[in-house]
């Protein structure tokens, strides 16, 4: 068995007990554990001159070596190229996407300090594994420094539609720099067809239905592979004592009203103000429904630097205020909305307790919380997913009643349709999502990437 190299901007490795750890960070721990792999990526730290000095430690039977970055690092690259250019563009958001030549330049900078320090610690066998848009040309970066190993990037987020990626100064060197990997992974076909269309369209290379194009002499693999999550481990916590007292008390909180809701990260991709607009809508078109009915939206903030992370902030306090405003009443709020994390049995039981879950993002590569929703419900009297037909979920999750966030009226009728569904329609929707997220989980997500890249040869001299 190969050794595997997981490189992603950040490194999470485990933490002793899993209660608060992503699928994400559980899985590649059992994977780099086996093949006693490597997990490299940024500390998150800053120091005011990069030196390549790596921070090696070992968690739970988990290698991870991290560098820090300069703060003009983090402004230029991560602030910068990764949160303000490739994730709006990425996201559809053209609007929103600053194409600044000192980002670009942070970004290039960064991934070949990435190259420099990581070099060192490959040995000819290893796999190397690259996460996400951070990292786009790193795989070149370490080409150029010699390395033959078989190489594979994933995408964590949308690929964006030739017309929209043609925005992007540089551009074309960007998708080329891909082709330094020899699998490339999308979590969807809808993602997986824009990168062909551009690839045909715009650089005039040819791709086979099996996703194989040949460039300079070498064979690069495109998939689609959509991650799952750790639904054994969701199930398990939505099982606990712990979250069988949260489940408890969020119950008598709820005090007998319908409770619907939203877990997201506070940002713009995942169309939360759109959503409160929705349900106000559902509650003008439904007064018979006012005092029953509560929307619970756990959102905490994330890339408080970023201005349009802030602006966001602001008008969803000023949209759920308004709502509050125009429909409590003394014994009421329709939308109780907090910033706060919490951990991973609390959220299962919220899951559990909500008889909707409201997953509607403008546009997602994946989105999680859409699945976890899934595997924390109760078989015998399970709630109802709203699902967006832009989150690469919908893919998979087919009996979700699935919506476009665009439309308040859409995402207001799916609302009622979910608050008057009988058990019987709730079951029947909810196996087949249930056995979908139980067997495209996040362990076969990764040995599924896994084994298309060690089935890959290594690049010859
Ligand atoms: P994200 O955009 O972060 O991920 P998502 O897939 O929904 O989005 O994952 C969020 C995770 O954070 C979930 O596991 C959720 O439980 C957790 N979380 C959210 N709010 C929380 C809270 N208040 N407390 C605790 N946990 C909370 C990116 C892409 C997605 C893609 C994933 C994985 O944008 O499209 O699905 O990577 O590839």
Redesign the pocket.
């Given at each position: 068995m190969s050794r595997l190299i997981v490189v992603s901007n950040r490194v999470s490795p485990p933490t002793g007990g899993n209660a608060?750890q992503?699928?994400?960070a559980v899985a590649l721990a059992s994977a780099l554990r086996e093949s006693d792999g490597i997990w490299f990526g940024w500390s998150g730290e800053e120091v005011e001159r990069f030196t390549g000095e790596i921070d090696y430690q070992r968690n739970d039977g988990v290698a991870t070596a991290t560098i820090d970055l300069e703060p003009q690092d983090t402004d230029e690259y991560y602030n910068g190229y990764a949160n303000r250019t490739l994730w709006p563009l990425f996201h559809y958001r053209i609007d929103l996407a600053e194409y600044e030549r000192s980002f670009a330049g942070g970004y290039a900078r960064v991934n070949s300090r990435f190259a420099d320090t990581l070099r060192p610690l490959i040995e000819p066998d290893d796999l190397i594994w690259v996460h996400?848009y951070h990292l786009i040309p790193l795989g070149l970066a370490l080409r150029r420094r010699e390395c033959r190993n078989r190489m594979g990037f994933f995408l964590?987020?949308?690929w964006p539609p030739r017309r929209l990626l043609l925005t992007l100064p540089s551009h074309a060197a960007l998708v080329k720099s891909l082709f330094a990997y020899d699998v490339i992974g999308f979590?969807t076909a809808d993602s997986l067809d824009a990168f062909v269309d551009y690839v045909q369209g715009e650089l005039g290379m040819f791709v086979g239905s099996d996703g194989i194009i040949h460039v300079a002499g070498r064979v690069v693999k495109l998939i689609t592979c959509p991650?799952g999550?750790d639904a054994a481990g969701f199930r398990r916590a939505a099982d606990d004592p712990a979250a069988r007292a949260a489940h408890e008390a969020m119950l008598e909180s709820a005090n007998g009203r319908a409770m619907l809701i939203g877990?997201?990260?506070l940002?713009y991709?995942?169309g939360l103000e759109e959503r409160f607009l929705a349900y106000e809508r559902f509650l003008a078109a439904h007064p018979e429904k006012h005092e029953q009915v509560f929307l619970l939206q756990?959102?905490?903030p994330?890339r408080v630097e970023v201005n349009s992370y802030q602006e966001i902030r602001a008008s969803l306090e000023a949209v759920s205020g308004r709502i509050n405003g125009a429909y409590a009443s003394a014994e009421w709020v329709p939308i109780r909305y907090?910033n706060?994390?919490?951990?991973?049995d609390e959220?299962a039981a919220m899951y559990r307790a909500a008889r909707i879950g409201l997953v509607t993002?403008l546009r997602?590569?994946?989105?999680?919380?859409?699945k976890?929703y899934v595997a924390a419900q109760d078989p015998d009297d399970p709630g109802v997913l709203i699902l967006s037909r832009f989150?690469?979920?919908a893919e998979q999750l087919r009996e979700a009643l699935l919506v476009n966030p665009y439309s308040a009226e859409d995402v207001a009728d799916a609302i009622a349709a979910a608050l008057a569904m009988p058990r019987e329609e709730r079951i029947a929707r909810w196996l087949p999502l249930m056995a979908n997220v139980e067997r495209e989980d996040v362990t076969w997500w990764m040995r599924r990437f896994i084994a298309e890249l060690a089935d890959m040869r290594r690049a010859v001299a």
């Amino acid at each position: 068995m190969s050794r595997l190299i997981v490189v992603s901007n950040r490194v999470s490795p485990p933490t002793g007990g899993n209660a608060n750890q992503g699928g994400l960070a559980v899985a590649l721990a059992s994977a780099l554990r086996e093949s006693d792999g490597i997990w490299f990526g940024w500390s998150g730290e800053e120091v005011e001159r990069f030196t390549g000095e790596i921070d090696y430690q070992r968690n739970d039977g988990v290698a991870t070596a991290t560098i820090d970055l300069e703060p003009q690092d983090t402004d230029e690259y991560y602030n910068g190229y990764a949160n303000r250019t490739l994730w709006p563009l990425f996201h559809y958001r053209i609007d929103l996407a600053e194409y600044e030549r000192s980002f670009a330049g942070g970004y290039a900078r960064v991934n070949s300090r990435f190259a420099d320090t990581l070099r060192p610690l490959i040995e000819p066998d290893d796999l190397i594994w690259v996460h996400d848009y951070h990292l786009i040309p790193l795989g070149l970066a370490l080409r150029r420094r010699e390395c033959r190993n078989r190489m594979g990037f994933f995408l964590h987020i949308p690929w964006p539609p030739r017309r929209l990626l043609l925005t992007l100064p540089s551009h074309a060197a960007l998708v080329k720099s891909l082709f330094a990997y020899d699998v490339i992974g999308f979590q969807t076909a809808d993602s997986l067809d824009a990168f062909v269309d551009y690839v045909q369209g715009e650089l005039g290379m040819f791709v086979g239905s099996d996703g194989i194009i040949h460039v300079a002499g070498r064979v690069v693999k495109l998939i689609t592979c959509p991650i799952g999550i750790d639904a054994a481990g969701f199930r398990r916590a939505a099982d606990d004592p712990a979250a069988r007292a949260a489940h408890e008390a969020m119950l008598e909180s709820a005090n007998g009203r319908a409770m619907l809701i939203g877990v997201d990260r506070l940002d713009y991709s995942k169309g939360l103000e759109e959503r409160f607009l929705a349900y106000e809508r559902f509650l003008a078109a439904h007064p018979e429904k006012h005092e029953q009915v509560f929307l619970l939206q756990i959102a905490p903030p994330s890339r408080v630097e970023v201005n349009s992370y802030q602006e966001i902030r602001a008008s969803l306090e000023a949209v759920s205020g308004r709502i509050n405003g125009a429909y409590a009443s003394a014994e009421w709020v329709p939308i109780r909305y907090v910033n706060q994390g919490y951990p991973r049995d609390e959220l299962a039981a919220m899951y559990r307790a909500a008889r909707i879950g409201l997953v509607t993002p403008l546009r997602d590569g994946m989105n999680l919380v859409a699945k976890e929703y899934v595997a924390a419900q109760d078989p015998d009297d399970p709630g109802v997913l709203i699902l967006s037909r832009f989150a690469g979920a919908a893919e998979q999750l087919r009996e979700a009643l699935l919506v476009n966030p665009y439309s308040a009226e859409d995402v207001a009728d799916a609302i009622a349709a979910a608050l008057a569904m009988p058990r019987e329609e709730r079951i029947a929707r909810w196996l087949p999502l249930m056995a979908n997220v139980e067997r495209e989980d996040v362990t076969w997500w990764m040995r599924r990437f896994i084994a298309e890249l060690a089935d890959m040869r290594r690049a010859v001299a």
